[in-house]
Nanobody
Framework: QVQLVESGGGSVQTGASLRLSCVAP????????MGWYRQAPGDQREWLAL???????NYAKSVQGRFTIFRDNTKNMVDLQMEDLKPEDTGVYYC??????????WGQGTAVTVSS
């Protein structure tokens, strides 16, 4: 089964920026609103951002104003531009369909570590 593939994570300092990318199977991307999720160490996975098939966006309060989600319908890609990163942004980031009950098999994610 083709999985979602996330990339772009890394280790950065507080205040830095990162851009994450995700390539999704066409069937998942075409039929769903897409989003980014994060799982911090020891915590459950949480939803961060979504973008509808029409390009409408919505964000969790914790990232509102700092993160921006993009969607490229020609490449089945969803990006997450992250600005002003904080230590509490540390975690493994995943993309998938939104809402989570429509999620495809989860990919490996991409790890982000923000140090103070």
């Amino acid at each position: 089964q083709v999985q979602l593939v996330e990339s772009g994570g890394g280790s950065v300092q507080t205040g830095a920026s990162l851009r994450l990318s995700c390539v999704a199977p066409e069937s998942v991307f075409r039929d769903n609103h897409m989003g980014w999720y994060r799982q911090a160490p020891g915590d459950q996975r949480e939803w961060l951002a979504l973008i509808t098939r029409a390009g409408i966006t919505n964000y969790a309060k914790s990232v509102q104003g700092r993160f921006t989600i993009f969607r490229d319908n020609t490449k089945n890609m969803v990006d997450l531009q992250m600005e002003d990163l904080k230590p509490e942004d540390t975690g493994v980031y995943y993309c998938n369909a939104v809402p989570e009950n429509r999620a495809h098999s989860w990919g490996q994610g991409t790890a982000v570590t923000v140090s103070s």
